[in-house]
């Protein structure tokens, strides 16, 4: 049997990545979910998803996709959230894939896009479930069945989930909201702990909950 691990937000922070991978070891039966936002705010957004594509020939990689992700994929599709992508760090995603170029367009940015890229971010999963552990970005909605749960807030939610019991049979595992520390409550543990604001980047291996930081 493998080891199970969820990891935190990355936000382009390559090195805590490429640490906290050094101490998982993680091996072809192993499963590593990422619970989203790999882009946005840190100095190596593309580097990332070139290393998460290279590492999921390395083991079995669950990609959940972040509210960052569902940003930037609007931005590169219709243009039309250029203010809002960009005042939560799109900017620093949209010059990893130009580099030197100017930017102009949302189109641009899309034409820079690698192909295995692309199949990256349209291979994004909403949630993931296992046995024990319901896996998302941001959280569900209160005592609404999961299947019944829309992607919004799956991508979104903060305090209405974090405050409140989930009324769910599972415990969620869930990003999105930074912690200084790790949140770890009855329904749900909470493994952001702010990697791209100085803070560790946070994995958790399941069932045991034990967990593994790099502290960058």
């Given at each position: 049997?493998?080891?199970?691990?969820?990891?935190?937000?990355?936000?382009?922070?390559?090195?805590k990545?490429?640490?906290?991978?050094k101490?998982?070891e993680?091996g072809?039966n192993d499963?590593?979910?990422f619970?989203?936002?790999y882009?946005?705010r840190?100095y190596?957004?593309?580097?990332?998803?070139?290393?998460?594509i290279?590492l999921?020939?390395?083991?079995?990689?669950?990609?959940?996709r972040g509210n960052h992700?569902e940003?930037?994929?609007?931005?590169?599709e219709?243009?039309t959230?250029?203010?809002l992508?960009?005042?939560?760090?799109?900017?620093s995603?949209?010059?990893?894939?130009?580099?030197?170029?100017?930017?102009?367009?949302?189109?641009?940015?899309?034409?820079?896009?690698?192909?295995?890229?692309?199949?990256?971010?349209?291979?994004l999963?909403?949630?993931?479930e296992?046995?024990?552990?319901i896996?998302?970005?941001?959280?569900?909605?209160?005592?609404?069945?999961?299947?019944?749960?829309v992607?919004?807030?799956?991508?979104?939610?903060?305090?209405?989930?974090?405050?409140?019991?989930?009324?769910?049979?599972?415990k969620?595992?869930?990003?999105h909201?930074p912690?200084?520390?790790?949140l770890?409550?009855?329904?749900?543990i909470?493994?952001d702990?702010?990697?791209?604001?100085?803070g560790?980047?946070?994995?958790?291996c399941?069932?045991?909950e034990?967990i593994?930081q790099?502290?960058?």
């Open positions: 049997m493998g080891r199970t691990f969820a990891i935190g937000d990355i936000h382009g922070c390559l090195y990545l490429k640490d906290l991978l101490q998982i993680p072809l499963t590593l979910i619970l989203g936002d882009i946005d840190g190596a957004s593309r580097d990332v998803v070139d290393f998460l290279d999921a020939d390395q083991a079995r990689c669950v990609f959940l992700e940003m930037f994929i609007n931005f590169l219709f243009g959230n250029r203010n992508y960009f005042a939560n760090g799109g900017i995603t949209i010059m990893s894939y130009l580099e030197e170029a100017e930017f102009v367009s949302h189109s641009q940015v899309a034409k820079a896009l690698p192909m295995n890229h692309r199949d990256f971010y349209a291979g999963k909403w949630y993931y296992d046995e024990g552990y896996y998302v970005h941001a959280g569900v909605r209160p005592f609404i069945p999961f299947e019944k749960q992607n919004e807030d799956l991508l979104w939610i903060r305090n209405e989930f974090i405050f409140s019991p989930t009324g769910l049979t599972k969620v595992i869930f990003g909201t912690f200084t520390q790790v770890i409550r009855d329904d749900k909470g493994i702990t702010g990697a791209v604001y100085g560790c980047l946070t994995a958790i399941l069932p045991e034990i593994i790099s502290p960058g």
